[in-house]
């Protein structure tokens, strides 16, 4: 079995010595006989430190420098943030050469639109080039009793179809909200009608006004096995790249099912802690057929979290905001999904429709319930949403950016505060009218980037009509003259691979009323004794430290040789970012 993929892929071998495989890539089958083993992932091996045999991405493992990289104490870590790098592999396994393919129970079925036998299927199969037309194949599963799908489904109404390969046809039920995303979560299927093997990969469009009318997608696709048969039911799980999950269906009448999940998530999207993905920095567009262009939001950076019909707002530093933005709390007007987890920006615009940063951050430090209930008549907010992490059982984040919008866009209902921030292709014109228009900048994004949590990656660029860096404040200076009852400077520092950067100081920007506010939240600041810094400026003994908490944001010309900021001019405060 392994000679023939060989054959198919020139840059591997067979060859176990070194200087025969000629920089290919070696599929060892050397370890299948008796009293040889290969060791299985996230084994420990014997060596110091307890390494781990570690599954990864082609893209983390080129920066691995050493095996014992990831060990007792970092693998779970990397597994729990990033997920796992095998989860779903069982979906791609195929029986070895010397194990017999298992044997159909088959019912005695009619031929026909509604059934299709295994052989029907085959000759279905040999007399088209899959090549050439866009019919349905067989795709990587299927044809052995063991393959599944579910679809996503806009019928009269959206919901979910659950499809499992027995004898020869693929037995269904409709299940309304989707499959339960955890255990404790019950679901309503209802059994329809068997349907043809050929719904194992088909999906498009059924003409409105027929049986099913709507759009249909491939929303799962892969292996599931029966693990345990009760009476009016059993178990199963569920092995693809997009689902990895074990449930439970048993009958409660006619064609009605109750449907659970019997294992727990690696990670629950919507109630756990994951982090947001950040943009590197261009100063021009970056230009090329891989890159998808849209405005950048001056607002405020949320995860919009939905769980089982409920809405949660997380800003940047996970705080809920719920309560300062009521007329986001709409999950039924605004969304098709049960679960899901975006990634979004709220923007508050002034009177020439403008992103105004100032009237949502007032809108965000709102506590009081009269004055929120004012603000928000006042200076409505709206949600621009760009990406989609997870819908509705299913986490998105390895698929390419234009497919997670697809779903992305397909979920949010159009005429409510929630909108989808549009995509253009034109780079270049979208910075100019963002430059005439008075907006920060653009974000660049590459189409077939993965969304990394926690990561800051090239593959999306943030390109600002002005050149700006949000800061800590991890100090102030003692004022003169006009400023004497003030600061004169803030010390400001940048959070670079989890530790403060010293970027100097900066004194400009401020007008009065800035003055007053800034100098009145440092005083409540708790000092320190020592610099938060290793560096020690010029005027140390004249600085008093504070607790580096306080979010500011700066313009600047460029970065010194000492990487410290030149010109820098305070633009704002960012509690947001608190």
Not at 258 to 286: C, H, Y
Not at 301 to 329: K, W, Y
Not at 335 to 344: I, K, W
Request: charge should be neutral.
């Amino acid at each position: 079995m392994a000679q023939p993929f060989v054959d198919k892929n020139s840059d591997t071998t067979l060859h176990i010595k070194k200087e025969a495989r000629k920089g290919r890539v070696l599929i060892d089958i050397y370890r299948n006989r008796s009293g040889q083993s290969i060791i299985g992932a996230y084994s420990l091996r014997g060596r110091k430190g307890a390494p781990v045999s570690m599954p990864l991405h082609w893209d983390d493992l080129i920066k691995i420098k050493s095996s014992a990289a990831f060990t007792i104490e970092t693998a779970i870590e990397k597994v729990l943030s990033e997920g796992d790098a095998w989860e779903g592999m069982a979906a791609y396994a195929i029986h070895l050469h010397t194990k017999p393919k298992p044997q159909l129970v088959k019912e005695d079925l009619p031929p026909g639109e509604k059934y299709k036998t295994p052989e029907q299927l085959e000759s279905y199969h040999t007399k088209r080039d899959f090549k050439k037309t866009a019919e349905p194949g067989a795709g990587i599963i299927g044809g052995e009793g063991n393959g599944f799908v579910i679809h996503r489904h806009h019928a009269s109404r959206l919901h979910y179809d659950l499809r499992l390969e027995q004898n020869g046809t693929l037995k269904s039920w409709a299940v309304p909200r989707g499959l339960p995303p955890r255990p404790g979560v019950k679901r309503l299927a209802v059994q329809t009608e068997d349907h043809p093997m050929k719904y194992l990969t088909w999906e498009g469009t059924i003409p409105k006004g027929l049986y099913g009318g709507g759009d249909m997608w491939v929303y799962a696709l892969g292996k599931y096995e029966i693990t345990k048969e009760k009476k009016t039911g059993f178990y199963f799980y569920l092995r693809s790249k997009e689902i990895d999950a074990e449930y439970r269906i048993h009958l409660m009448k006619e064609k009605e099912w109750l449907l659970e999940r019997v294992d727990s998530p690696q990670i629950d999207w919507v109630k756990g802690n994951v982090e947001f993905m950040l943009a590197d920095s261009a100063k021009t567009p970056p230009l090329g057929e891989e890159y998808t262009y849209e405005v950048k939001w001056d607002g405020i950076r949320a995860f919009i979290c939905i769980d089982e019909g409920e809405v949660t707002i997380l800003s940047r530093s996970h705080r809920v905001i719920n309560n300062q933005f009521p007329e986001l709390m709409i999950p039924e007007q605004a969304f098709r999904a049960t679960s899901a987890l975006f990634d979004a920006e709220i923007v508050c615009f002034d009177e020439d429709g403008k992103p105004d940063f100032k009237k949502v951050i007032n809108r965000l430090m709102k506590t009081n319930d009269g004055d929120i209930e004012r603000s928000s008549k006042r200076n409505p907010s709206f949600c621009y949403i760009f990406d989609c992490l997870y819908l509705d059982v299913r986490p998105l984040v390895n698929e390419p950016l234009l497919k997670r919008r697809e779903w992305m866009v397909d979920s949010i209902k159009s005429d409510t505060p929630y909108r989808v921030s549009e995509l253009e292709e034109d780079g270049e014109a979208l910075f100019e009218a963002a430059k005439e228009m008075g907006l920060e900048g653009i974000i660049a994004k590459d189409k077939t980037s993965r969304y990394l949590p926690g990561k800051r990656a090239s593959t999306w660029l943030k390109v600002k009509v002005r050149q700006t860096a949000d800061c800590l404040i991890i100090g102030f200076t003692k004022g003169k003259g006009d400023r004497e009852n003030y600061f004169g400077a803030l010390q400001i520092a940048e959070m670079v691979n989890g530790d403060l950067a010293y970027r100097g100081k900066v004194g400009t920007g401020f007008n009065d009323q800035m003055m007053k506010e800034v100098h009145k939240i440092l005083e409540e600041k708790p000092t320190l004794k020592d610099r938060p810094i290793n560096e020690k400026p010029l005027d140390d003994a004249l600085t008093t430290w504070i607790e580096p908490r306080l979010w500011c944001e700066i313009q600047y010309a460029q970065l010194t040789k000492n990487n410290t900021y030149r010109e820098p001019v305070f633009l704002r405060l960012r509690p947001d970012l608190e």
